[in-house]
């Protein structure tokens, strides 16, 4: 649903049968509403009171509708306009600035209401002539013009799902972290809902750990990859160090990757797999030099599957293509996001924290953890649309792979 | 009431009017005549207000606005053709000692046309000619119970022509000129509705008055004089009137309604 309203209507609606007349004309419609008050007279000759919120698909849907309602007396509630204020200086917003949610917004300017051009939670609304600008604090420029308090903004709530046909449903999305849930099915409900929203164009973010690597999914995903199945990567500089690790070298953190025993002076492995990506310059460099042969970032290279390293402070190396100003990693990670519909978060913490910050709410997200404490956090920073799955992430990457590819 | 003597066709602003089809003055005065015989040989006291010309619908007194008791609710027409009647209204019931109450924001309203009390409630048509915000208005302004009805039939454009209250139990009724949902709520509110025929409806027998125990009609079917049989029903052709799209009903404004 991408347009709303917000209706009000006042009167004898209950005897006069308006208030069923209205929801009627709303439902038949086509259109989703909610009650938001409803104030019953207290006598006879009191008029009672209703306020509806109005969703739509379209801007045409709502503006027919509206017009169907207008003659029962059900009119669009006159909000004020947002109250704006200019930035005092670079990189901080007036006081009471308004705080974004990760939903779409919209916002009025002069009695019309302008969408704001992405969904990132936590962040703050600037102004720019007809422009609603979602902007991280940090990039907010001194005389920007920001919206203040909640008065003239408007936040849209994510459609419910309304079918449980197989494979189109996303009802058994709840939210909740699913420690007692039968993995299988659930895994092939993910790979149901990977292959749907794939098939109508929608792109998939992957969002890896090194865990991944040191458990073995690593072909798993390199073929993932491969077949096309992975739009774009997010993940850290230990996550690529130990994938290319096994790929030149056999070993994961100096731990073999098929017999699981230390290598012998293993524990340098990985420092030397980052030096030989300084060596190149950079990963796609190994690749096109024929250096690099497998692996995910061979893959993603080869797929030209984008990918956003983030550093850390526990980085060792790092390796060139690993961004290591963490706002500037921010904005490569956003850069990625349009047309991801479905995110994988696999065995991450640190990188699946951040990337729920800059998700919309709208993107389906399967966060996959052995440790319930990632998936909890992760509801409780607002990222409330995240479907946690508590397991051993190597099998459920098998298992989707499996559902994906064979 | 108000004499006929500048009545006419002259606009067209109901599927009634045409003006290849005009009213014949010596005619419509003297159906005008015999309806006020008829009215104060039933009892009734006729006051009149002076015709204006240039405001041929100005006879059409029911549209003037709503008398509820010492307080008067004035109209505002929706069609421009009608508004020059406003002034003339006002100007009527403030001298004659009415208070004026206006509704808020000036809704579309087209008086006891659109809004007929019956037992403790107030009976309204919206959609054609009155908007529904009037009916929330005049609640507030009366503290009165109204009970909306959509119009869905452009030849029956106001309430008057749909609905005859005709005592505490019994009312006349044209339901297929009501929405379905209309069709329900008078279904609740009236314990005997006597439903017309679609030509009875069409001759605009629930366009009439009621005064006592008689009850003025523009016409009458054998049937309805049967169901009626307790009333003194006395037929007072206005087939003029009809050219305009008015019956026995619309030529007047009863002074006495409002609560007792």
Redesign the interface.
């Given at each position: 649903m991408t347009a709303s309203a917000i209706v009000q209507v006042?009167?004898?609606i209950i005897?006069?049968?308006?208030l069923?007349?209205i929801l009627d004309v709303i439902v038949e419609s086509g259109a989703d509403y909610r009650m938001l008050d409803f104030e019953v007279g207290r006598s006879?000759?009191d008029?009672s009171h209703a306020r509806i919120e109005l969703h739509t698909q379209t801007h045409e849907a709502l503006a027919q509708l509206l017009e169907d309602l207008h003659?029962?007396?059900a009119h669009p509630v006159d909000e004020p306009d947002a109250r704006l204020e200019a930035a005092p200086s670079d990189g901080v917003l007036p006081v009471g600035f308004y705080s974004t949610t990760n939903l779409p917004t919209s916002v009025k300017i002069e009695g019309r209401w302008y969408d704001v051009d992405r969904d990132e939670m936590d962040c703050a609304l600037v102004v720019d002539g007809d422009a609603v600008r979602n902007t991280p604090m940090s990039k907010v420029r001194r005389g920007e013009r920001v919206v203040i308090g909640v008065a003239g903004v408007k936040v849209i709530p994510l459609e419910k799902p309304r079918e449980v046909t197989p494979g189109e449903s996303f009802a058994f999305m709840t939210s909740e972290i699913s420690s007692e849930k039968p993995k299988g099915l659930l895994v092939a409900e993910v790979a149901r809902r990977i292959q749907h929203i794939k098939a109508e164009g929608g792109r998939l973010l992957l969002v890896a750990g090194p865990a991944l690597i040191h458990t073995g999914s690593g072909p798993d995903l390199a073929r993932l990859v491969r077949e096309g199945w992975v739009d774009v990567l997010f993940a850290g500089n230990g996550f690529a160090t130990h994938d290319i690790e096994s790929a030149l070298l056999g070993t994961s953190l100096g731990i073999s990757v098929k017999e699981g025993v230390p290598d012998e002076g293993g524990h340098a492995n990985h420092l030397r797999a980052i030096n030989e990506v300084r060596r190149w310059g950079s990963i796609r460099s190994g690749v096109e030099s024929g250096e690099l042969h497998a692996g995910v970032m061979y893959e993603c290279v080869r797929a030209a599957a984008p990918f956003v390293l983030a550093g850390s402070l526990r980085d060792d190396g790092p390796l060139p293509d690993v961004i290591t100003d963490v706002m500037a990693a921010q904005d490569a990670m956003r850069g990625q996001l349009d047309g991801v519909r479905v995110a994988l978060m696999l065995a991450s913490t640190l990188h699946a924290i951040a990337t729920g910050n800059l998700l919309p709410a709208s993107v389906e997200t399967y966060c996959v953890d052995i440790n319930q404490a990632v998936v909890t956090k992760l509801a409780d920073r607002g990222s409330h649309q995240v479907l946690g799955i508590v397991t051993d992430v190597g099998l459920f990457v098998s298992q989707l792979t499996s559902h994906l590819c064979d | 009431m108000c004499p006929a003597q500048h009545f006419g066709v002259l606009y067209e602003i109901n599927p009634w009017m045409s003006r290849s089809v005009p009213a014949d003055p010596s005619h419509s005065m003297a159906q005008w005549e015999a309806l006020v015989e008829t009215l104060r040989g039933a009892g009734a006291a006729v006051e009149v207000l002076d015709p204006v010309e240039g405001l041929p619908d100005m006879v059409f007194t029911a549209n003037a606005g709503l008398v509820w008791r010492e307080r008067f609710v004035p109209s505002r027409f929706t069609h421009p053709e009608r508004a020059g009647e406003e002034p003339h209204y006002r100007r009527w019931f403030r001298s004659n000692g009415w208070s004026l109450v206006d509704l808020h924001n000036k809704p579309h309203f087209e008086g006891a046309g659109d809004a007929l009390p019956f037992r403790d409630r107030i009976v309204a048509g919206?959609?054609i000619r009155s908007?529904?915000?009037a009916?929330?208005a005049l609640?507030?302004a009366l503290?009165?119970?109204?009970?909306?009805?959509?119009l869905v039939d452009q030849r029956f454009y106001h309430v008057d022509l749909t609905f005859c209250p005709l005592d505490e139990r019994r009312a006349l009724c044209v339901p297929q000129a009501w929405?379905a949902?209309?069709r329900?709520?008078i279904k609740?509110?009236v314990p005997e509705p006597i439903d017309l025929e679609p030509d009875e409806a069409l001759a605009f027998c629930a366009n009439s008055i009621v005064v006592g125990d008689v009850i003025v009609m523009p016409s009458c079917s054998d049937r309805l004089r049967r169901l009626l049989d307790d009333f003194d029903v006395r037929v007072c052709p206005v087939d003029e009137f009809l050219k305009a799209g008015g019956g026995v009903r619309c030529l007047t404004l009863a002074l006495d309604m409002g609560p007792s």
């Open positions: 006042e009167g004898h005897d006069s049968l308006i069923a007349k006879h000759t008029p003659p029962h007396g | 919206y959609r908007e529904f915000e009916h929330t609640a507030k503290d009165v119970e109204v009970l909306s009805l959509e929405d949902y209309g329900d709520v609740a509110a």
